[in-house]
């Protein structure tokens, strides 16, 4: 029974459908001729929050290009409230939060499962279960994404069909800080 339901799963993210709660930055869009879930929900789709998406990018830039650690990213944040809201119903920026949204692979525009092991961390991107295109508008590119990881995360572990066209599916970093 456990199988199915991870093919049914696997089935689902590889056509790109949302299956888990939208990540920050992201909100689920239904889709309206889409067949219903097993239990009636809509199908949905993620699409950026215009609010939300900016403090993604600036999350990931200061981790992968200026460096700052996810204490410093977290002190930044808070210090910003309006500007960087802290997720759901926080009243500040926790570090598990910033580390959530830093090793978050859909950040790059795929639906993703599989990720990761019973210990949390990253297994094999042969692994992987992603979606077959991209699913959704990227905050970021599959080179920031790896760049902002620990030391020992290497850029060979990318799936070869998140290098192909990174930049193509950006919505607004162009390199520069976020403001």
Known sequence: MARRAAEALALLVRAGWNVHHPPYGYTAMAVAHAAPSRSGNPRTRLTPDPRLAPVVQAIFYWRAVTSLSVEHI??????????????GTHTSWPAVAVTAILTNIKYTGHQATGTRDEHGGFRPAEQWVLSDQ??????????????????????????????????????????????
């Not at 977290?74 to 997720?87: G, K, M, S």
């Open 74 to 87: 977290t002190a930044r944040l808070d210090a910003d409230q309006d500007r960087y809201p802290p997720p």
């Open 134 to 179: 991209p699913a959704h508008r990227a905050l970021i590119t599959p080179a920031l994404f790896w760049a902002a990881q620990s030391p020992e995360t290497s850029i060979r572990r990318i799936p070869h069909r998140l290098r192909a066209s990174s930049a193509d599916h950006t919505t607004g970093h162009d390199g520069t800080e976020p403001q």
